[in-house]
């Protein structure tokens, strides 16, 4: 037997389907704005942010810290992410105007990696582990605060 063509619906008949479905289709009002260049962030100032993370986080662990920076906005969804190992950062950390730290241990390990100017420039938000954030709702709340913290400070810092 073989399978009947596909047949692609016009624009009418995907209407009717939708409205059948009860799904309202949303459409674009106005065109996205064209950035300035100067929206654009200046690399001779630094990174705008730096996420921190602890090692071994599982994939369901980095898909919901990378979900929650992408519902953040741009800035924190192109975060620089450094992993903290044995007290030590993996790589060499750029200076960045706010860093978010999953965990104390990577707190700690960021304090001995910054010199103490960067430090004191820079707003630095701790948030509870991946693994605590997956399975308990106060942690959740908890790293929605320091998002809605890392974006202030870089909101305060761009303009």
């Known amino acids: ?3 009947p063509a ?8 995907r209407a009717r389907v ?3 479905l009860g799904v309202t289709p949303w459409q674009l009002r106005v065109a996205a704005p064209e950035y ?3 929206a654009a962030p200046d690399m001779a100032a630094g990174v ?4 921190v993370l602890p090692p071994g986080c599982s994939a369901r662990e980095l898909d919901l810290i990378g979900r929650a920076l992408n519902a ?4 924190l969804a192109r975060a620089a992410r450094v992993t903290a190992s044995d007290g030590q950062l993996a790589a060499g950390v750029p200076e960045a105007q706010a860093y978010l730290v999953f965990g104390e241990a990577q707190a700690h390990a960021l304090g ?6 960067v430090m004191h420039q820079a707003q630095i938000v701790l948030a509870d582990e991946p693994a605590l954030v997956l399975g308990s709702a106060g942690a959740k709340r908890r790293l929605w605060n320091a ?10 810092a761009a303009g």
Request: include cysteine; glycine fraction near 4%.
């Open 36 to 38: 300035a260049a100067s």
């Open 72 to 75: 953040c906005g741009a800035a």
């Open 6 to 13: 596909r047949q692609h619906a016009d624009a009418g008949h």
């Open 18 to 20: 939708l409205r059948a």
């Open 112 to 117: 001995r990696a910054l010199p103490a100017a």
């Open 1 to 3: 037997m073989s399978a």
């Open 147 to 156: 998002l809605r913290s890392v974006r202030r400070a870089l909101a305060a």
């Open 48 to 51: 705008a942010c730096v996420v």
